[in-house]
């Protein structure tokens, strides 16, 4: 027997933290993408599975055409690379266990098994639709997450279904006999049938015995119905307690499917008997004799013929109303109870084939260099927050047809998964009418979208505030919801004023109907469009009205938002440090209450490290930003923007300090995650460039400041066009540094560009005042002193604008000593 390998410690560019689990096909490891700061699972395939090149390439093949295939119930594959004579796979990284395992660890309703796994089925389907094979498919190859979500994994024996002959030497018209040893009995749920059965058999057939089709037992050509033989194996296991194949050899289950002795269910069962017939025949010996396709087999397993339109009917409308009605009364008045798989055809007209279609058309006009990078993003986390919304809203019908929550329960999901319906909606319409503002700030609009997750805390709808008892009040205000959703997705798009406008009215009809909890969200709302109209005293009197309002009427997780912006506006906005400082553990309290998913946290955290790098206390502010990035790396779901943005302000925060190479590593840091999330032609990362070139500039790196610098300006004026506020860091870091290197005519050029921008924009902002300096201190060079003191007097007017008092000083010093002397 060889001894195991050591652990690797890193896998191409990949980190390597730790053994998850190994198999017949290779060894899984967590690891870490630190380019783009991320977990991912690595799968290193046995090198004795690559003895010849044709088996080497077939399966980098298969591996990236996986990493083609985009679904949210398939594992997502990043990558796929040599390491010393294997290959591996970088994989997305799920937090969860395996069906085997979440179907152990609590007695599960069989509708709720039943969706779990057809989810799967969906994975394994668009795996087909693709052309691909998976050949493994078993209750150890599909994960189910911590929202129970369902993932199909480890493609490990997959073959493009084109040309799906196996070779040879893969596999032989008759398998060698193997005896499966006994004496290891596996801790699972098996029906008495050993733990060999159920591992991947490598050699001549490929595949796990318990779980492999005739086609795979005897010899003949596998393609996607044999998939459906492994998936009706699974479903048939999951729904009845036991494997329908009880044998201690391989041979003794090739004799039971030879001879299609599948068990009838066990008695009592409360499974209906029609999702047998239909399992039955996705069991079929013969491969033409089942179900047309997996896509066919779901929709039977997920047809009920009992169920009436009108019962469907009642579940639609409901859903997507979600008013204060009670959704238990409304649903007993339907001759049949509502049939779950309807609430799929719920986000229509909201988020579908036609919506995305218009976004995509809104984006591309804009002819933002960008847009298609943000489009990408946008899509892809449209799709999974509508598949979130999907997958609960089903979980609430599943809850009411079984009755295993009150009426009063199933009412306040539905309330919520309503009101995150309509910010969907709104969010969408708006990027349906997108500019070029809209696209820049499109990916971190979805990142600010309101958690789903939060429709199934029960305890935190039970503390939230009543609907009015009087149904036309309720629906005034569930119409009022839906405008205000649209003025805080104005917001989180930085259309301040139009925002303004909207919230304003919605703000005067809210008090009108009398609603506080109304009232509370609109001026938490108002609160934040007023920060970012930069009208700070406005924005602390809303956020202060949201907090009040939001802890007398149980809306914590209104006041605790309120509460971490109002820090910020306090701090940054107001220059109240110390009423800022006094007002976290307030803040603190109102999160801690609100069961808060981690981002109000962060969000406190971050403007906080703000306010404490104003102060000028470095470790503090390190300290709270680090907790910022350390709280949202913990999130589940795609990174936020918020990471890159904490990282570039602790950049910022170090070239104050003079700490340049600090700064620079998150500079880097920063552009690195900017690419990931928003898209490497995004003006973001122009501005992590520019930092870059600081960075670099005060370290005396001149060639890459410059580098950074032309890269930052270039990138800035494909975004925002030749004349923009924005360009003067980059403009401003290329005439110092042309300067100090001697390149006057250089230097003079991008001096005098940025100046007549700004006063053709009518600008006088702080990052002015270095420029009109460096133009002063060109012009005493070649002794023109009367232009420097001119340029230094302007310069010292901008920094006492700012409130830059030191600058000032020093830029008044410059032009005392130009003055002419006395006679």
Not at 53 to 59: V, Y
Not at 524 to 549: C, D, M, S, W
Not at 586 to 597: G, K, N, V, Y
Not at 651 to 671: K, S, T
Request: include cysteine; proline fraction near 5%; hydrophobic fraction near 45%.
């Amino acid at each position: 027997m060889t001894e195991a390998a050591p652990q690797p410690t890193a896998i191409g560019p990949f980190v390597v933290l730790r053994k998850l689990g190994e198999g017949a096909m290779g060894v899984v490891y967590a690891g870490y993408d630190l380019a783009l700061d991320r977990k991912v699972a690595l799968k290193l395939v046995r090198p004795s599975l690559l003895g010849n090149e044709a088996a080497r390439e077939r399966m980098i093949r298969e591996a990236q055409a996986m990493a083609r295939l985009s679904h949210p119930h398939v594992v997502q594959v990043y990558q796929v690379g040599a390491h010393e004579r294997s290959l591996y796979m970088a994989m997305e990284h799920i937090e969860g266990e395996t069906l085997g395992s979440w179907l152990r660890a609590h007695t599960r309703p069989w509708p709720l098994v039943l969706r779990t796994i057809c989810d799967a089925g969906r994975g394994l389907a668009a795996a087909h639709a693709a052309g691909l094979v998976h050949r493994d498919f078993k209750p150890d190859n599909v994960l189910v997450d911590a929202g129970g979500r369902a993932r199909v994994v480890d493609f490990g024996l997959v073959q493009a279904s084109e040309g799906a002959d196996e070779s040879a030497d893969e596999v032989t018209e008759e398998p060698p006999q193997t005896t499966l040893p006994s004496g290891q009995v596996s801790g699972e749920r098996s029906g008495g049938v050993r733990w060999s059965a159920r591992l991947t058999q490598r050699g001549n057939a490929l595949g796990t015995p318990l779980y492999m089709s005739p086609e795979q037992h005897f010899g003949q050509t596998v393609g996607p119905y044999s998939d459906q033989y492994s998936f009706a194996l699974t479903l048939y296991e999951a729904l009845y307690g036991e494997h329908p194949f009880c044998s201690d050899s391989w041979e003794g289950i090739r004799q039971q499917i030879r001879a299609g002795m599948l068990p009838q269910p066990p008695p009592g069962s409360a499974v209906p008997w029609r999702l047998f017939k239909v399992i039955s025949r996705g069991l079929a010996f013969r491969p033409e004799d089942r179900w047309p396709s997996l896509t066919a087999m779901i929709a039977a397993l997920e047809h009920d013929p009992w169920r009436r339109p009108l019962g469907i009917a009642a579940v639609v409308g409901l859903l997507g109303l979600a008013s204060a009605a009670s959704y238990a009364v409304a649903s007993r008045q339907a001759q049949e109870p509502p049939r779950c798989g309807a609430v799929t055809h719920q986000l229509a007209g909201v988020w579908d084939g036609g919506r995305a279609e218009a976004v995509a058309s809104a984006f591309t006009a804009t002819r933002a260099e960008f847009a298609q990078d943000a489009l990408d993003r946008v899509k892809s986390r449209l799709d999974d927050y509508a598949q979130s919304w999907i997958d609960e809203s089903r979980a609430v019908c599943e809850a009411h047809v079984s009755g295993s929550q009150t009426g009063r329960m199933i009412d306040l999901r539905s309330a919520c998964l309503g009101r995150r319906k309509a910010h969907l909606a709104a969010l969408v319409d708006v990027f349906a009418a997108a500019d070029r503002d809209v696209v820049e700030h499109a990916v971190q609009a979805v990142a600010a979208l309101p958690s789903i997750s939060a429709c199934d805390d029960p305890e935190g709808l039970v503390r939230g505030a009543a609907p009015p008892d009087d149904p036309r009040t309720a629906a005034q205000v569930e119409a009022l919801r839906e405008r205000l959703a649209r003025a805080d997705v104005l917001e989180s798009t930085g259309q301040f004023e139009p925002g303004l406008a909207l919230v304003r009215g919605v703000r005067a009809e809210a008090d009108a109907v009398a609603h506080a909890p109304l009232s509370a969200e609109a001026a938490l709302i108002e609160g934040k469009l007023q920060l970012g109209a930069a009208n700070p005293g406005e924005a602390e009197a809303a956020l202060v009205r949201a907090i009040r309002l939001g802890i007398s009427h149980d809306m914590h997780a209104v006041a605790a938002e309120a509460a971490a912006v109002r820090v910020f506006v306090l701090g940054e906005g107001l220059s109240r440090h110390a009423e800022a400082f006094a007002a976290e553990v307030f803040a603190e309290a109102l999160i801690e209450r609100a069961h808060d998913d981690g981002r109000l946290a962060a969000l406190l955290s971050n403007n906080l490290g703000a306010v404490h790098d104003l102060q000028g206390n470095t470790d503090r502010a390190r300290a709270y930003f680090e907790r910022t990035i350390a709280g949202l790396e913990r999130r589940p779901g795609p990174p936020d923007p918020l990471i890159a943005i904490t990282h570039h302000n602790l950049g910022n925060m170090y070239f104050d300090r003079n700490d340049f190479a600090q700064a620079r590593e998150h500079y880097a840091l920063a552009r690195q995650l900017f690419t990931a999330i928003v898209g490497d032609a995004h003006p973001f990362v122009a501005h992590a460039l520019a930092g870059l070139g600081d960075a670099d500039a005060g370290r005396g790196e001149d060639e890459r400041a410059l580098a950074n610098y032309e890269q930052a300006l270039r990138r800035m004026e494909a975004a925002y066009g030749m004349r923009h506020l924005y360009l003067l860091q980059p403009l401003a870091g290329l005439g110092r540094v042309h300067a100090r290197r001697g390149q006057v005519a250089a230097a003079e050029q991008a001096f005098a560009r940025a100046v007549t921008m700004a006063d053709a924009l009518g600008l006088s902002h702080p990052m002015l005042a270095p420029v009109l300096e460096g133009q002063a201190d060109l012009a005493v060079a070649r002794g023109a002193r009367d232009r420097a003191r001119a340029l230094y007097e302007r310069a010292a007017e901008v920094y006492r604008a700012s409130g830059d008092v030191e600058a000032e000083r020093r830029a008044v010093l410059r032009a005392r000593d130009l003055a002419p002397a006395a006679k």
